[in-house]
């Protein structure tokens, strides 16, 4: 596939719903999708987030019915899982690692956790998975944007239940919580025209 610009990228991006299983991934095309995932922006620069590769066909099968029968689990040839973290209290020795990633004075990195602590001090459990979620979806913009590029195919699945899914793939529940499932592969059809919201419609100017 030639390269894309921008535009065109957008526009071959499409949420696939049949994929072809017999036309493999290159592997480098594969890293790069997650390596922009993880260089991804995030709020803080948290990084709440966890990239599982799910290669295994057997625990794919197994995640089917638990994503409602949703037919591209089985049929990628890749499946990426975003997992988020869900202890993201100032406290919590990830977060106390995250911000000491910056190399500051004591009495300054105490000042960005006090300023951080006030910013989340409002949410509760629930809401900071929430606030969570709202980065892995930067992060799986980002990689939906990648493999587009490389003509490589998608779909970002919401549609699951995430207690089955955790117990599925393992996951320590008191650490991670299952956010999104980024199935990739090449199309096994063309997708229908992209239909949009004329521009004008979703963008205003306000001077």
């Known amino acids: 596939m030639n390269p894309l610009n921008l535009s065109e990228i957008w526009n071959y991006r499409h949420a696939c719903k049949a994929f072809d299983p017999a036309k493999p991934l290159p592997q480098e095309a594969l890293l790069e999708i997650l390596e922009a995932g993880r260089l991804s922006a995030s709020s803080f620069g948290l990084e709440p987030w966890k990239f599982l ?6 625990m794919r099968q197994r995640l089917v019915p638990a994503c409602f029968n949703q037919p591209q689990i089985a049929t ?7 997992l988020i973290r869900k202890n993201l209290r100032p406290d919590s020795p990830y977060v106390l690692e995250q911000f000491s990633r910056w190399n500051l004075p004591h009495e300054a ?10 910013y989340i001090s409002s949410m509760d459990d629930r809401a900071l998975v929430d606030y969570a979620d709202k980065q892995a979806h930067i992060a799986l913009a980002n990689m939906m944007t990648c493999a587009a590029s490389k003509g490589i ?15 599925i793939l393992g996951i320590d529940e008191t650490l991670f919580a299952p956010a ?6 090449y199309r096994a059809k063309e997708p229908s025209p992209k239909i949009r919201l004329p521009f004008d419609e979703v963008v205003s100017f306000i001077s």
């Open 153 to 167: 195919d998608s779909c970002p699945i919401g549609g699951f239940d995430p207690k089955k899914c955790a117990q």
């Open 109 to 118: 990195l105490q000042g960005i956790l006090s300023w951080y602590g006030g």
């Open 180 to 185: 999104l499932l980024l199935p990739l592969g």
């Open 53 to 58: 590769v799910i290669q295994n066909q057997e």
């Open 76 to 82: 990628c040839v890749e499946l990426i899982v975003i």
